[in-house]
Nanobody
Framework: QVRLVESGGGLVQAGGSLRLSCADSGRTLSTVAMGWFRQAPGKEREFVAAISRSGSTTYYTDSVKGRFTISRDNAENTVMVYLEMDSLKPEDTAVYSC????????????????????WGQGTQVTVSS
């Protein structure tokens, strides 16, 4: 069983930075892709970034390209996934959730929340203007 635990959210001023972390201490070897999604109040959940199992391929939504960086550390027992967020804007305010996918059949799967099998509890990111 995959268990995802996020940390690193908080309050930051516009232009600032935050680093989110996600630990997967479950069936690490079976995890294919990992991603970050966010949901702002009154809005639908949206894709932010994803990374392949090896970490060699990354995917971003257009609004965060050049500002956010996703990375992962595939240790023997625990996979860590990070989301480095720079030049934060008030519109980045949301609950950010880490997710893990067991099977990916095409690149489009990375962008689709329904293709992810496990989710963390979420961490709040608030960017003040």
């Amino acid at each position: 069983q995959v268990r995802l635990v996020e940390s690193g959210g908080g309050l930051v001023q516009a232009g600032g930075s935050l680093r989110l972390s996600c630990a997967d201490s479950g069936r690490t070897l079976s995890t294919v892709a990992m991603g970050w999604f966010r949901q702002a109040p009154g809005k639908e959940r949206e894709f932010v970034a994803a990374i392949s199992r090896s970490g060699s391929t990354t995917y971003y939504t257009d609004s965060v390209k050049g500002r956010f960086t996703i990375s992962r550390d595939n240790a023997e027992n625990t996979v860590m996934v990070y989301l480095e967020m720079d030049s934060l804007k008030p519109e980045d305010t949301a609950v950010y959730s880490c997710s893990a996918a067991m099977t990916i059949y095409s690149n489009m799967y990375y962008y689709t929340a329904l293709r992810y099998d496990y989710w963390g509890q979420g961490t709040q990111v608030t960017v003040s203007s």
